[in-house]
């Protein structure tokens, strides 16, 4: 089992900045990826971002150019650096660990940005 511990959500004016952390503990394996998703209300989950132990990154487009993930492997943990927030970027967003065909879920932070 893989835990996840996610933090740096908050309410934040339009235009502001937030950064988002996630960090895993539990049955870590070196080659694995992790990312962040994103529930608004009304709608489905969505991918944010997407970043691989390697390094490769994949964004949703509506946040290309915003945001921004990286990772430090040495401490399990990746971040997710939110720039120019929109009241639409308004979610909870979730934490994801996917390793040897198994994906783990955060308990979800709350990001709201107020206009």
């Given amino acids: 089992q893989v835990q996840l511990v996610e933090s740096g959500g908050g309410l934040v004016q339009a235009g502001g900045s937030l950064r988002l952390s996630c960090t895993a503990s539990g049955s870590i394996f070196s080659i694995n990826a992790m990312g962040w998703y994103r529930r608004a209300p ?3 989950r969505e991918l944010v971002a997407h970043i691989t132990s390697g390094g490769s990154t ?5 946040v290309k ?3 921004t ?3 430090d492997n040495a401490k399990n943990t990746a971040y997710l650096q939110m720039n ?3 009241p639409e970027d308004t979610a909870v967003f ?3 660990y996917q390793t040897r065909g ?3 879920w955060g308990q979800g932070t709350q990001v709201t940005v107020s206009s």
């Fill in 69 to 71: 993930i990286s990772r």
């Fill in 102 to 104: 198994r994906v783990y």
């Fill in 58 to 62: 994949t964004y949703a487009d509506s």
């Fill in 65 to 67: 150019g915003r945001f």
């Fill in 42 to 44: 009304g709608k489905q």
């Fill in 94 to 96: 979730y934490c994801m």
């Fill in 84 to 86: 120019s927030l929109r």
